[in-house]
């Protein structure tokens, strides 16, 4: 089993910041991508960030320039650091995994889930 926890949604006013976490633990023999997705009321979910095994990124147009992803390997965890937030960037943040379990069998997790919420 692979755990995913986030922390770090919240309220915030047109404009301004918060930084989303992401902890991975379990029986991870190693990680391949961590990424972000959101899913707003009515919507389908839809990627945000993703970050590779070696530092590749790829962010979604509308969060180009804004947001930014980055992971910390040696504590399993993956960032996401969202500047200039605006009203339609609410929605439900989820942290998701790929990698290898200790079994050498591929996984792909999710996070339960963190409310990001922009309004002034």
């Known amino acids: 089993q692979v755990y995913l926890v986030e922390s770090g949604g919240g309220l915030v006013q047109p404009g301004g910041s918060l930084r989303l976490s992401c902890a991975a633990s379990?029986?991870?023999?190693?990680?391949?991508?961590m990424g972000w997705y959101r899913q707003a009321p009515g919507k389908q979910r839809e990627l945000v960030a993703v970050?590779?095994?070696?530092?590749?990124?790829t962010y979604a147009d509308s969060v180009e320039g804004r947001f930014t992803i980055s992971r910390d390997n040696a504590k399993k965890m993956v960032y996401l650091q969202m500047n200039s937030l605006k009203p339609e960037d609410t929605a439900v943040y989820y942290c998701?995994?790929?990698?290898?379990?200790?079994?050498?069998?591929?996984?792909?997790?999710w996070g339960q889930g963190t409310q990001v919420t922009v309004s002034s």
């Open positions: 970050i590779s095994s070696g530092g590749s990124t």
């Open positions: 998701n995994v790929k990698g290898l379990d200790s079994w050498r069998e591929p996984f792909g997790s």
């Open positions: 379990g029986r991870i023999f190693s990680i391949n991508s």
